[in-house]
């Protein structure tokens, strides 16, 4: 059990003066199927056909906006989900946080090659944890050995078991996810290998408070999410409930279980995600974001270069056939094609942002159920729309 959780929980549990524009207020007025995306609305139909409650997927490209859906977004209710809805993005968190480093780093206010320890002297320490090797490069691109909070053995009883619903609003503070992960010697040393963890990801938003002097979501907000008009975005913090319309997010637990008790997760404290994964969005506002971030409107060139940089993430348990850079991945479809962005999950909830390298061509989805196999749908989901054949 204690195995199986802690594989599952590494998972997705992702001064420079610059022009953001945010995006015209008619963008998304197309409404309806056009028979260019039935492929993927096929898919979205196969998803909720095999068990899942809810699919959604929303497509930029060309010739407009496309809208599709199947399912619910409530099975008490049995409402549909629609475009508006808001959920919890995970760790497409990941992403604000590294622009947010790379924008610091333009601004000369930090290097990427800093050592952890130069910003929180003696935080990562114990168990083999050393702060003065470890770069804020490695944490971006998860190379620097950092062992996963969410896989330590107590965290993952108590995150993916039933046991969960005791605890749903506990509180965390990142200092305290931090300590539990050094609780755990390193999953190997800093450069030599490569290994998801949110504990890079909360250290990460520690650092920007100690360089900026506010907290990580202050920081998004005052960077990216003012600027672009993502007024559907916002960094929860321990607030619990999600904004309406909304869609329920249902989770099996014993996660991995398939004839676990399907329960209502919607509403928790996500602090214990923070930084690493508790940002909440609509499938407008990731594209919006998404495809500034791609177009190269957030980041200087040597940033952005930096940012799709990749190391490989072959040999490990995680998404097949990807290339992880800082907050951002490239996965290769079976079809050849190579689609950028980034993934999240979070309790009842699994987001893909992924498209063209230029942002022109991209794929917001989400499913709001927790067990099956979400990555292996969302990936059709982008077969069905990117593969030049609306298949693998």
Known sequence: MTRTLRATAGLLATAAALTLNAPAANADRQAGPRPGHAPLQRVLDQAVADGMPGAIAHVRD??????????????????????????????????FIAVVLLQLAAERRLSLDDTVDEWLPGVVRGNGHDGTKITIRQLLNQTSGIFPYTSDADMAVKQWTPAFLQSRYDSYRPGDLVKIAMRNPPSFAPGKGWGYSNTNYTLAGMIIEKVTGRSYAQEITRRLIRPLGLTQTHLPGEHTTLPRPHARHYIKLPLGDPAAKTYDLTDMNPSWAGAAGGIISTTGDLHTFYRALLSG???????????????????????????????????????????????????????YAMGSRDGEHLVVTNLNGDWGNPISTLTKQMEAEMCPTGTP
């Open 297 to 351: 409107r957030l980041l200087p060139p040597a940033q952005h270069q930096q940012m799709f940089t990749t190391v490989s993430t072959q040999g490990v348990p995680w998404i097949d056939n990807t290339a992880y850079g800082l907050g951002v991945f490239a996965q290769k479809l079976s079809c050849g094609v190579t689609v950028w962005g980034n993934g999240g999950r979070i309790h009842g909830s699994w987001t």
């Open 62 to 95: 060309a010739r407009g906006s496309w809208f599709g859906t199947a399912g619910v977004a409530d099975t008490t209710t049995g409402r549909k989900r629609r475009q508006q809805d808001h959920f919890r993005a995970g760790s497409t968190t990941k992403t």
